[in-house]
């Protein structure tokens, strides 16, 4: 998870203080035989399963990081249908004591082909799941999986 020379750049100038940055998860759905999968990824750094998500690099549209970070990470195509959600995360403190914080822009994918397989090293596992039967998620990215869910085609903005 080698981290964007950007950030490396801004961080030498400022240090491990709150660096505010913009994100993309990508809550790509599945549908087969009539049942509605979700993509996952078990992330490598904390073994925890979450959607995919990553950085926007500077100039990238948040909608082309959600495409490019699910090909990247779990080696399928997809396409973005919606913006379901925009938030802003809580602070993150890093091992190194960096600390960031994100405005997240959540999109609800569909996905369009390939098999997920771990592909560039940020997750041990990438796989669909059932909505029935999703592995336990943490609040926020179980938050973000419900906002790509809804039927509601307003963005929600909190």
Not at 130 to 144: H, N, S, T, V
Request: charged letters at 25%; a negative charge; glycine letters at 6%.
């Amino acid at each position: 998870m080698a981290t964007p020379e950007f950030i490396l750049e801004l961080r030498s100038l400022i240090g491990s203080r709150e660096l505010w940055l913009s994100g993309a998860t990508a809550v790509v759905l599945r549908s087969d035989r009539g049942f509605v999968e979700v993509l996952l990824v078990k992330r490598a750094d904390n073994h925890e399963w979450s959607p995919v998500s990553g950085i926007v690099d500077p100039g990238e549209h948040p909608a082309s990081t959600a495409v490019r970070e699910v090909a990247e990470e779990a080696g399928i195509q997809a396409v973005v249908e919606r913006l379901s959600w925009v938030t802003v995360t809580e602070v993150i403190t890093y091992a190194n004591g960096d600390q960031t914080r994100y405005l997240d822009h959540v999109f609800r994918c569909r996905w369009t082909s390939g098999e997920p397989h771990p592909a560039d090293g940020e997750a041990t596992q990438a796989r669909f799941f059932p909505i029935d039967a999703l592995p336990p998620l943490r609040a926020d990215y179980q938050q973000r999986v419900l906002a790509a869910l809804s039927t509601d085609p307003t963005t929600r903005l909190d």
